[in-house]
């Protein structure tokens, strides 16, 4: 619905004009419509006539100060994280025909799909101080673990030309610290891997050998060339040592997301975690399916050879989708988690506070494949929002729609028709704000599935039975 059209709709109630400019600003704010001809909302099988109605019982509604909110309206922000540490990133294609990613300031965005970043403003109370007793804690967290976490001594940390570096000890027990590179540029190492890549096509024979070239290169001290060199004290050193022993492992007993390597740090952590009111995540419970399964709803790539097909279609080795399901719903639903199960789910996980994640395949009726990840975040457990998170390309091409479910459930359906450079269509997003959580389900298809179809993956969901008293 154009701009035009909502203001008409709404005028045509009849308060006085200071009433209908502020709640227009405010139906404008919450919709994000500042631009003529963006589609807004949208509901199944309504025409012009029923959208206006809706239209006018949601203004109604809101001057009566009714305590539901229109989740469709409420549109991206459910997901943008507004100042996200990193700069959101975007596929650009060169001229050898590989892709990177590159820096997307101003089109961009980062969706946590995690938890929700802002809430419709007539949403529970009880809900938002959860959501802000969160965020404020997972603030205090961080702040207190970079002053104190194990850090690496600055001496260690490698020149920007640098590639390697060697550490000798001297004489007097300090020791010295040597970084080097290899005596090519990066574009002449570059240029080189592409040859190989390109005669291992042309000459597949000859792959063993280039490669031994390519290796015997780096293995030759005489091809690398000092950069700088730096004395370490053992004070230094011995710091540099306690960095390494943490350097990447974190404490069995908390979920990694929390970075907890330390027994120092699990008590801050639960202390921040007590002041909020709030609860941790701690060891998760992981299942994953079968090969035979994937290839039975994926089929065999073309490339594989009959006798590798054969012996991965008969690899068992894990859980059917009805088995790890059916272990989801013991811990974390009160029945069954989908009420029309996919045929694939590649792995689940939960947590013994209710916060759980379902990685699954989607079949559509014309045999379009959809990979689903439907994430189930508790609001009163401490999360930082980016366990799971997309970097959006262009975040003002998504429109929002609210569906009803056949089950009574408001999911707000977000999609893009943007593609990225490899012409693959942006990821599709279902949210729901349930009671005691809020879950996301991100759909990937590089063609897209139509309106149709991403209502099919909300009706497929059993959202009553979500989130058993823990």
Excluded at 20 to 26: A, L, P, T
Excluded at 353 to 376: I, R
Aim: glycine content about 6%.
């Amino acid at each position: 619905m154009h701009e035009n059209e909502w203001k008409s709709a709404y005028e045509s109630i009849g308060p006085d004009a200071a009433a209908n400019e502020r709640i227009w600003n405010s139906l404008m704010r919450e919709a994000g419509a500042d631009a003529a001809g963006r589609s807004v909302i949208r509901r199944r099988h309504t025409g012009k006539r029923q959208i206006r109605m809706v239209l006018l019982a949601a203004v109604l509604v809101g001057a009566m100060g009714a305590t539901a909110y229109a989740a469709g309206l409420f549109g991206t922000q459910a997901l943008t994280i507004p100042e996200p540490e990193f700069t959101p990133q975007k596929l650009v294609i060169d001229e050898d025909g590989k892709g990177r990613q590159v820096d997307n300031p101003v089109d961009g965005a980062v969706f946590s799909i995690t938890q929700p970043q802002e809430l419709p403003e007539n949403l529970d109370p009880a809900i938002r101080r959860k959501v802000e007793n969160n965020k404020a804690a997972w603030e205090e967290w961080k702040s207190w673990y970079e002053e104190n976490k194990i850090q690496e001594p600055d001496v260690f940390k490698l020149p920007e030309e640098a590639r390697a570096s060697d550490l000798i000890q001297n004489e007097d027990g300090d020791w010295k610290l040597v970084f080097t590179r290899p005596n090519k540029t990066d574009e002449e190492l570059k240029n080189w891997v592409n040859a190989i890549e390109a005669e291992s096509k042309e000459h597949p024979e000859r792959i063993e050998e280039l490669n031994r070239e390519l290796s015997a290169y780096y293995e030759n001290p005489d091809n690398w060339v000092v950069v700088e060199e730096r004395r370490v004290s053992q004070e230094e050193y011995a710091q540099y040592q306690e960095f390494l022993s943490v350097s990447g492992k974190y404490m069995d007993s908390y979920d990694y997301h929390y970075l907890v390597q330390t027994e120092e740090q699990g008590i801050k952590l639960e202390e921040i975690a007590s002041q909020y009111g709030l609860v941790l995540r701690h060891t998760a419970e992981t299942r994953f399916g079968t090969l035979a399964d994937y290839y039975a709803v994926h089929g065999v790539p073309d490339w594989m050879s009959e006798e590798d097909a054969a012996k991965l279609q008969q690899d068992s080795t894990g859980l059917s989708a009805e088995e790890q399901l059916a272990e989801l719903s013991r811990h974390c639903c009160r029945g069954k988690l989908f009420l029309t199960p996919p045929p694939y789910v590649d792995h689940l996980y939960w947590y013994e506070e209710g916060t759980f994640g379902v990685n699954y395949t989607w079949v559509s009726e014309n045999g379009q494949l959809a990979e689903c990840y439907l994430y189930n975040s508790m609001y009163g457990t401490l999360s930082s929002g980016l366990e799971l998170f997309r970097d959006i390309e262009d975040v003002d091409a998504y429109t929002t729609r609210a569906y009803i479910t056949e089950d009574g459930t408001e999911v707000t359906i977000l999609e893009s028709e943007h593609e990225n450079a490899w012409g693959h269509r942006d990821a599709a997003f279902l949210y729901v704000f349930l009671p005691d959580s809020f879950l996301v389900i991100q759909v990937e298809n590089p063609d897209g599935l139509s309106p149709a179809e991403l209502e099919k993956i909300a009706d497929s969901v059993n959202f009553a039975e979500i989130n058993r008293s823990i």
